[in-house]
């Protein structure tokens, strides 16, 4: 998925150094970005073996994580807007549709016939303690 790669982009390149002249940029903490790209690489996991319902768990799980890192102040100013929403635009390409549930039971072959009242047949002459009436 094109955000996957997006997120793991701007994870993998706020944790690499410059070199030259110019200010390095931004740049997560190592942790942070190592958690951050595992989150990440079990979203595409579960995408690659069409567990959409179990990835979509995961990339929620993951826009949780960057918002409390957010939150805490452990994401730089410049990265919080690019990482907050290429993890919600993943989060929100997955589209969950849940198994359908099993067959139910199989359907009785007595179905059409009458319900018996009193747990058996009547049948005339039959006694009900009642003196023999039916």
């Known amino acids: ?3 996957v790669a997006l997120a793991l982009a701007v994870i993998a390149a706020s944790g690499c150094g410059g070199g030259g002249l110019t200010a390095p940029p931004p740049r997560l903490p190592h942790a942070l970005g190592a958690e951050l790209a595992a989150q990440a690489d ?3 996991a579960g995408l690659a073996r069409g567990d959409d319902c179990g990835a979509a768990a995961q ?3 993951l826009r949780q994580s960057v918002a409390d890192a957010v939150a805490a102040g452990q994401v730089p100013a ?8 290429s993890v919600a635009a993943l989060a929100g390409e ?7 549930p ?7 072959a007595d179905k059409g ?8 047949d009547h049948k005339p002459g039959h006694d009900h303690g009642d003196g023999g009436k039916d």
Do not use: N
């Open 59 to 61: 990339a929620a799980s």
């Open 94 to 100: 997955i589209a969950c549709t849940p198994a359908p």
């Open 113 to 120: 016939k009458p319900k018996k009242t009193h747990g058996h």
């Open 102 to 108: 099993p067959p139910g039971p199989p359907a009785h």
């Open 42 to 44: 079990a979203v595409e």
């Open 1 to 3: 998925m094109r955000s």
């Open 78 to 85: 410049e990265l919080r807007a690019p990482l907050s929403r």
